[in-house]
């Protein structure tokens, strides 16, 4: 994997190729070093690259669009670092950060910090997917989980904050906030009610409720929400602004990264290699790294928290998690093993390049080491926390 990584970065730095190109490529040559055949791995992409495009791209054009109609400026340093935290909170990381693209243009260290925070608070504070997700698999407590998970998540943040100051230099782009981010607050907050719904416990109501709620919160039906909003409120309107393709390389971007994930997926490497790091001996460190490994071979945080926390539940009376104050542990360990590491094969990290206007190579050194700094800093948290409870 690390060759196909360094393959893309080569691809589109040296030889200019587009990224959708480079990482189209980088499938091909990866599927044939795998041994793959040639029809499974133009299905592998096509499928992950559909996904891809279903979920995120549509926001992604949402987003893009708001800029040019409507939200030109982008969002004080405390208001971004409060968007990125809700936003981390709905049913879709990479589709939240996509909705957010106006809050971090012509700021990159606000849009990267604003990217990171809303990838710890996705990872670890429920009612986010992940977290829900580890509490339920590891029949975790959630008001547990959630008094460990949120200083654990406060503290990632911060060092995300920490890591991107180091190196961007602040810019002088003034915030600005104001009714016109109703645009962008409604879908966010539609997300937070979709990731509501979805809980096991169902406290938005089941059946028709239910469904109402999610299918409320689908891409399709947010872009039109945000489109909709954003003429409103602009009080003008202007085709013109509509017409523009600055967002189309960004969404081939994104489903390239959606394919080459798929693809990464069908060699099976992602859990033969997390099962190495299923011994007892390693305590609190085994769902982290279960979830680390599959999250950085696989590209995608949800399928990392579930294959994790089913390999590590039957294991945890072993790891002296058995417990409840442990088995909320143990989910916030696989939560913090699910940021890291974030690269090319997730669409979150392309859109937080592009929102940051880094090339691939400079965006592995900020966004994907910001991960595991991040990971890695949650997992100290977390150890600590053990000691006391």
């Not at 016109?180 to 907050?189: R, S």
């Not at 940051?356 to 600590?384: D, E, Q």
């Amino acid at each position: 994997m690390p060759i196909a990584v360094g393959m893309i970065v080569l691809l589109v730095q040296r030889i200019r190729l587009p990224a959708f190109l480079a990482i189209m490529a980088t499938v091909v040559v990866y599927g044939i070093a795998a041994d793959m055949t040639f029809q499974s791995i133009g299905k592998a992409f096509g499928l992950g690259f559909t996904t891809a495009i279903e979920q995120v791209g549509l926001l992604v054009v949402a987003g893009a669009l708001v800029c040019s109609v409507l939200l030109r400026t982008p969002l004080g340093t405390g208001s971004a670092a409060v968007a990125g935290a809700l936003a981390g909170l709905g049913g879709s990381a990479a589709g939240g950060l996509a909705l957010l693209q106006p809050a971090g243009q012509d700021a990159p260290r606000r849009a990267l910090g604003m990217a990171l925070t809303l990838l710890a608070v996705a990872a670890l504070v429920a009612p986010s997917p992940l977290a829900v997700a580890a509490a339920s698999v590891l029949k975790a407590d959630l008001r547990t989980m959630l008094m460990i998970a949120v200083p654990v998540a406060a503290a990632a943040a911060v060092l995300g904050w920490w890591h991107v100051a180091r190196l961007e230099p602040a810019t002088q782009a003034p915030g600005k906030i104001g009714w016109a981010w109703l645009c962008i607050a409604v879908p966010i907050a539609l997300l937070i009610v979709q990731s509501v719904a979805q809980m096991p416990s169902e406290p938005l109501g089941k059946g028709g409720a239910r469904e109402f709620y999610t299918g409320v919160s689908k891409p399709l039906i947010l872009t039109a929400i945000v489109l909709t909003l954003a003429v409103v409120l602009a009080r003008r309107w202007e085709p013109s602004t509509l017409v523009g393709r600055s967002w189309a390389p960004l969404l081939l971007a994104v489903g390239a990264s959606g394919g080459l994930a798929r693809v990464f997926d069908e060699t099976g490497m992602a859990e033969l290699l997390a099962e190495y790091a299923l011994h007892p001996r390693y305590g609190v460190l085994t769902p982290f790294l279960a979830a680390a490994i599959v999250k950085t071979m696989q590209g995608n945080s949800l399928t990392a928290v579930l294959t994790a926390s089913g390999m590590v539940e039957p294991m945890l009376p072993a790891l002296g998690l058995d417990s409840a104050s442990g088995r909320a542990i143990a989910a916030a360990a696989v939560g913090a093993g699910s940021m890291a590491i974030c690269h090319v094969n997730d669409p979150f990290f392309w859109i937080a390049a592009s929102m940051a206007r880094l090339s691939p190579g400079r965006a592995l050194y900020v966004i994907s080491l910001g991960s595991a700094v991040m990971a890695i800093g949650a997992l100290v948290v977390i150890a600590a926390i053990r000691q006391f409870i």
